[in-house]
């Protein structure tokens, strides 16, 4: 019994390329057991070394997250949780939600997008009040602000801009308040890239089989949503969408 539930060990991490050490304390372990593992050069590294000693790896390195939002969708339920998926965490998790498909249009959504992230607060992540914290480094921060200005510059709209955004008694922290960006198609590198912060990328699809091929279509099928009130939609998209991990919300 022993053996076969150690066979049956499944891990899923989302290592980060800064901790070499962790990576090789983490590739050691591995040696033992199947390993699923999210995050491109440690991904790498570890399905390399697992694999060499005869191991059954799947590595999964990077994740686009996407939540398509249909024109049916609960109003309140569909923002709170938008918001809650896109900015916990200040975005750096690897279940994190990172692109949004608009069925029909985003009109009707954007503003009150915009209005529910504006409300959230920026702030150490040690203090009662923070409903998202800095992320890990600074040469993380300057990623994020690049890929950011890479939408805006390839035609994006950028609604909500958080790169300024300064933390009083935290002034040389690296924070990046909520930020989104508008217009976004699938050529651009802001897209294409995981961003892995506090940034969620609005997509607008005519009808809801476009909005399932560009989710499909995208090469990291880690996670994907559907916000509606229609089972036969909902049925649609468990059978036909190809991301790992696929969630219906009424």
């Known amino acids: 019994m022993a053996p076969m539930i150690l066979l049956m060990l499944f891990v899923m991490m989302k290592i980060s390329e800064l ?3 962790l990576v090789l304390i983490v ?50 339920a569909t923002l709170n949780a938008l918001v809650a ?16 498909v608009f069925v029909g249009g985003l009109k009707s959504w954007e503003n009150k997008l915009v209005e529910r992230a504006k409300a959230l607060k920026v702030n150490a ?10 992320v890990i480094s600074k040469q993380v921060k300057e990623r994020i602000h690049r890929l950011i200005q890479s939408g805006v510059e390839s035609g994006a709209r950028l609604v909500l801009d958080g790169r300024d955004i300064v933390v ?5 922290g690296n924070f990046i308040g909520p930020t989104i960006l508008s217009d976004v198609t699938a050529n651009m590198e802001c897209y294409k890239e995981e961003i892995f912060g506090p940034v969620l990328i609005y997509m607008e699809a005519d009808s809801f089989e476009e909005a399932i091929n560009i989710v499909n279509r995208n090469k990291y099928g880690n996670g994907a949503s559907i916000f509606t009130i229609s089972g036969v939609a909902a049925r649609k998209f468990q059978t036909e969408i190809e991301a790992a991990c696929s969630m219906a919300m009424a």
């Open 27 to 76: 590739t050691t372990l591995s040696m033992t057991s199947k390993l699923g593992l999210i995050s491109i050069e440690a991904g790498m590294h570890i399905y390399a070394r697992a694999s060499a000693k005869g191991k059954r790896v799947q590595s999964n390195m990077g994740a686009k997250n996407h939540a398509i939002v249909m024109p049916d969708a609960n109003e309140d």
């Open 19 to 21: 901790y070499q050490l």
């Open 85 to 100: 998926a896109g900015f916990g965490a200040a975005g750096q998790r690897c279940m994190a939600l990172s692109t949004v």
């Open 125 to 134: 992540g040690t203090e009662p009040d923070a409903d998202l914290g800095p």
């Open 168 to 172: 009083p008694g935290y002034e040389h």
